[in-house]
């Protein structure tokens, strides 16, 4: 754990550590805590909202949140409801200069753990729900450009193949 927290690297799309399931954490130990903290200033060095723990190869049901109100720490996150809907376009820090538009719920209720393994139950609409929905779609493999119509994946279809060839 500490070698992968001495050099967090954003996994770019085609990277296999993007398209697994992560794993259920058992406690946020002090390698958690590191990774938490290296992870937060990844995200801001790399000027996102979020970042979750399969984009830095870390096969693991984490991610951080900042929509402007300072960082959220999420561990094994789980939505209990959803309600409303809403289309946004949504970038990725694995998937650079694509943008595709996504319905999501509007408003979640939603129950993780946070960085001092405290059982946060809490709502979430407008951004931070759209970031957070975002953040679990990568620990259970799927990515923005799965979302694109056909005609969207068709005119993406290059840029999908160049990344993939850089990733590897
Ligand atoms: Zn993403």
Redesign the pocket.
Known sequence: MEKIIQKLKIRIYGDPCLCQKAEAVKEAGIAERMLFEAMIETMYKEK?V???AP?VGVNKQIFVVDVGEGPVVVVNPKVIKKSGCAVME??????PEIVVKIKRPEKILVKYIDENNQLVEKQYSELMARVFL??M??LSGK??VDYAGWRQKFQIRKQLEELSAESI
């Not at 949504?90 to 998937?95: A, D, Q, W």
């Open positions: 996102g979020g970042l979750a984009q949504e970038g990725c820090l694995s998937v975002h953040e779609d990568h990515m923005i």
